[in-house]
């Protein structure tokens, strides 16, 4: 049930959220996930912040009861997907994502029915229907990995981000049929603005994630994941970092390195774009709601989970085989 701002305010009016939500962990056996690109207060009540295969990981490994995914639709039905005798619970249903609502799975089968002696190979960013039609599933820190682990003659359509499958392409020398996806926060940095940017700061390293166009990746001083990414922010000796992806990400840079500089790679035009509508559809308010009333929770039916949870493991697999 989705609710209005009023009777959010006046059902959490007066409260300590971050008291009342580490109660409710306790009392409920509940687990926090957070991705990188949630609201800075939510990555601090977290027990767990992570890129999608982090989180992943944790889900498939948690001994908690209820699973509270502070994220997008589509991780929090991994979860579900992977746990299927949790309680999976999300702040707000509407969360989902332009990428995953870019494949929609009728016409994905026909897709891959025209390529009948192609392995699937799909983008953890994708819903639960498009995973039971993959053979196996990837996140950005695996993608290269997973492709590379197969031989070489192998036909593969890579789906939905055609911009990661371009990257993965031009890292393996594959040649991999793409579906024409994007996702609508990493298609709008600015090549001209970054390139001006590092003018005015000549030390400054681009760092950016594989869900970014062709040109802005081939400003990039390092290309990786949200967790490659801040790895990367922590352990490199520059103190200038011009980061291309969305904004939530600088929290813990900022928390993990606060003597450097994190400056956001703008945007074509004079807005908020990089930070994701989908993403920011969550607050502590309805993360203390959801706990509290079991609600709204993730329900996938056996006939999807169950090829789906499939093509998880295959990647869980692989990336434990890899140590990744
Ligand atoms: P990762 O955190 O796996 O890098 O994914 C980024 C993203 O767009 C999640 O929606
Ligand atoms: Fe989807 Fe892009 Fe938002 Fe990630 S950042 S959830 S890929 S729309």
Request: charged letters at 25%; a negative charge; glycine letters at 4%.
């Amino acid at each position: 049930m989705l609710q209005s701002v009023a009777s959010l305010r006046s059902e959490t009016a007066g409260l300590d959220l971050f008291e009342e939500i580490d109660r409710l962990k306790k009392e409920k056996n509940a687990i926090v996930l957070a991705h990188y690109y949630q609201d800075s207060d939510i990555q601090d009540i977290a027990d767990y912040i992570g890129d999608s295969l982090g989180l992943s990981q944790q889900a498939a490994s948690t001994n908690a009861d209820m699973i509270v995914f502070a994220g997008v639709h589509f991780m929090a039905e991994t979860a579900k997907i992977l746990c299927p005798q949790k309680k999976v619970v999300i702040p707000d249903l509407r969360a989902g994502c332009s990428l995953a609502d870019s494949c929609p799975p009728d016409r994905f089968k026909a897709f891959c029915d025209a390529h009948p002696d192609h392995i699937v190979i799909s983008y953890i960013n994708c819903t639960a229907a498009i995973k039971a039609l993959t053979d196996i599933v990837c996140t950005s820190s695996n993608a290269v990995q997973i492709v590379n682990s197969l031989p070489a003659d192998t036909k593969i359509i890579f789906a939905p981000d055609k911009n990661l499958g371009r990257y993965v392409i031009q890292q393996t020398g594959r040649n991999m049929v793409l579906w024409d996806g994007a996702c609508m926060v990493h298609e709008i940095f600015s090549r001209e603005k970054i390139v001006k940017l590092k003018e005015r700061h000549p030390d400054a390293l681009v760092i950016a994630h594989p869900e970014c166009e062709t040109p802005v990746l081939e400003l990039a001083d390092f290309i990786g994941s949200t967790t490659a990414l801040l790895n990367f922010s922590k352990s490199n000796p520059g103190n200038i970092f011009i980061v291309a992806t969305e904004s939530g990400i600088l929290h813990q840079m900022v928390k993990d390195s606060p003597h450097k500089t994190f400056i956001p790679a703008p945007p074509e035009n004079n807005c908020a774009c990089n930070d994701c509508p989908h993403m920011k559809l969550n607050t502590l308010e309805k993360i203390y709601l959801c706990m509290k009333n079991e609600e709204p929770s993730i329900n996938v039916e056996e006939s999807v989970r169950i090829p789906a949870e499939k093509s998880i493991r295959r990647m869980l697999d692989i990336s434990e085989k890899l140590g990744l």
